[in-house]
C-alpha cells in the first residue's frame, strides 16, 4: 500500500475507501491531496477485486473547499501556466462508480468533488455550498456546471452569487443528493450501496455509468443513439449470456465480468 500523506485508503469488500485525511484543516483540499485521491482512484479502477468506490471525509468535514492558504499568494499567470485546478477533472475519467458519502462541511471545492462522485449519500447535517464569491473568486472544479445540471438555473444562481449555504435536506429535495442518513449511518450505507452495485456485471455497470454521463454532454437524439450502440454492444458479453440464462433457468447469476 502506498504511502499516502492527506488521506487514508482501505478496501471493503469489493469496495474501495477513501478518506480525506486532513482534519485539521477541515479536509481543505490541497493539490497534494487531489493528486492523491486521483492516484488512489486509479489503483481502485485498475484492480479487478474493486467494483465500487467510495470517497469520505470525517464528521466535521467532508472537506471544506480548495486550500485557501495554498492558493493566497498565487497569482493569474502561475495558475494559467500550470492549469492549477487541472488535475481535478482526472474524476471524471474514472470507470468505476463513486459514491461520496458527505458528513459536515461540503464547502467550494468539497462540493464540487462531492459533484464529481456519481451518487451523494449526505447525513442530516451535512452542509453544502459553494462560497467562494466571499472570497472575490468563482468556483473553479465545476461548481457553475454541475450545480446548475443537478438543481437548475435559479436555485444555483442564488447559491452562487450570494456563497449561501444549504442543508442536507434542501440537497435532497432538490435532486443533488440521494438519501439523507443520520450522520453515523452514512458511510456504512455507503459502503453497502457499492457492495450491491459491485456484485453486479462490471461491464455493464460502467456502460451504465458511462451513457448516464453521456446525457449531460449529448443531445436527446444522438444519447440514445449513443445508449443504443452501447447496449447492443453487451450482447457480445459472457455476462449477457448468464444473466439472461440465469433469469429463465431462476438462479442466481454467477457474473465473470466479461
Ligand atoms: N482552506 C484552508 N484552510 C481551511 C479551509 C480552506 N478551504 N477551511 C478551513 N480551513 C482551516 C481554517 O483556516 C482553520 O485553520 P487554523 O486552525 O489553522 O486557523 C481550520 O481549518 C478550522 O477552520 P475554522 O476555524 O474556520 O472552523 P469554523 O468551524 O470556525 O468554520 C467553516 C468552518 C465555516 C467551514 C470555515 O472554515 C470556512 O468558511 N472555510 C472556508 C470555506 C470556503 O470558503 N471554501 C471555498 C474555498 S475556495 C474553493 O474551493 C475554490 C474552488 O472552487 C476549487
Redesign the pocket.
Given at each position: 500500500q502506498k504511502n499516502y500523506h492527506n488521506i487514508l485508503t482501505e478496501s471493503h469488500e469489493k469496495v474501495g475507501l477513501i478518506t480525506l485525511n486532513r482534519p485539521?484543516?477541515?479536509n481543505?483540499?490541497s493539490s497534494d491531496l487531489i493528486h492523491e485521491v486521483n492516484n488512489a482512484l486509479e489503483k481502485y479502477d485498475d484492480d479487478p477485486n474493486i467494483g465500487a468506490i467510495v470517497i469520505t471525509g470525517n464528521e466535521r468535514?467532508f472537506a471544506?473547499?480548495?486550500?485557501?492558504?495554498?492558493?493566497m499568494d498565487k497569482t493569474f499567470a502561475e495558475v494559467y501556466k500550470t492549469n492549477f485546478?487541472g488535475h481535478?477533472g482526472k474524476i471524471s475519467d474514472i470507470k468505476k462508480p463513486i459514491i461520496a458519502a458527505v458528513n459536515g462541511?461540503a464547502?467550494?471545492?468539497?462540493c464540487?468533488l462531492a459533484m464529481s462522485c456519481d451518487i451523494i449519500y449526505a447525513g442530516d447535517k451535512a452542509i453544502f455550498g459553494?462560497?467562494?464569491i466571499?472570497?472575490g473568486?468563482?468556483?473553479?472544479?465545476g461548481?457553475t456546471q454541475r450545480l446548475v445540471r443537478a438543481i437548475g438555473k435559479s436555485k444555483a444562481m442564488e447559491i452562487v452569487l450570494t456563497g449561501r449555504n444549504f442543508k442536507a435536506q434542501e440537497a435532497e429535495q432538490w435532486g443533488l443528493v440521494s438519501k439523507v442518513l443520520p450522520a453515523d449511518k452514512v458511510l456504512d450505507e455507503a459502503i453497502r450501496l457499492g457492495q450491491e452495485i459491485a456484485s453486479l456485471s462490471q461491464p455493464s455497470i460502467q456502460a451504465a455509468k458511462e451513457s448516464i454521463n453521456k446525457a449531460f454532454e449529448l443531445s436527446l437524439k444522438e444519447g440514445t443513439h449513443f445508449e443504443r450502440r452501447l447496449f447492443y454492444s453487451l450482447f457480445g458479453l459472457n455476462d449477457k449470456k448468464e444473466g439472461m440464462s440465469a433469469f429463465t433457468d431462476k438462479r442466481e447469476p454467477k457474473w465473470t465480468h466479461n
Amino acid at each position: 500500500q502506498k504511502n499516502y500523506h492527506n488521506i487514508l485508503t482501505e478496501s471493503h469488500e469489493k469496495v474501495g475507501l477513501i478518506t480525506l485525511n486532513r482534519p485539521k484543516a477541515l479536509n481543505a483540499l490541497s493539490s497534494d491531496l487531489i493528486h492523491e485521491v486521483n492516484n488512489a482512484l486509479e489503483k481502485y479502477d485498475d484492480d479487478p477485486n474493486i467494483g465500487a468506490i467510495v470517497i469520505t471525509g470525517n464528521e466535521r468535514a467532508f472537506a471544506a473547499g480548495a486550500d485557501i492558504k495554498e492558493m493566497m499568494d498565487k497569482t493569474f499567470a502561475e495558475v494559467y501556466k500550470t492549469n492549477f485546478l487541472g488535475h481535478w477533472g482526472k474524476i471524471s475519467d474514472i470507470k468505476k462508480p463513486i459514491i461520496a458519502a458527505v458528513n459536515g462541511f461540503a464547502l467550494g471545492g468539497g462540493c464540487e468533488l462531492a459533484m464529481s462522485c456519481d451518487i451523494i449519500y449526505a447525513g442530516d447535517k451535512a452542509i453544502f455550498g459553494q462560497p467562494e464569491i466571499k472570497l472575490g473568486i468563482i468556483p473553479g472544479a465545476g461548481g457553475t456546471q454541475r450545480l446548475v445540471r443537478a438543481i437548475g438555473k435559479s436555485k444555483a444562481m442564488e447559491i452562487v452569487l450570494t456563497g449561501r449555504n444549504f442543508k442536507a435536506q434542501e440537497a435532497e429535495q432538490w435532486g443533488l443528493v440521494s438519501k439523507v442518513l443520520p450522520a453515523d449511518k452514512v458511510l456504512d450505507e455507503a459502503i453497502r450501496l457499492g457492495q450491491e452495485i459491485a456484485s453486479l456485471s462490471q461491464p455493464s455497470i460502467q456502460a451504465a455509468k458511462e451513457s448516464i454521463n453521456k446525457a449531460f454532454e449529448l443531445s436527446l437524439k444522438e444519447g440514445t443513439h449513443f445508449e443504443r450502440r452501447l447496449f447492443y454492444s453487451l450482447f457480445g458479453l459472457n455476462d449477457k449470456k448468464e444473466g439472461m440464462s440465469a433469469f429463465t433457468d431462476k438462479r442466481e447469476p454467477k457474473w465473470t465480468h466479461n
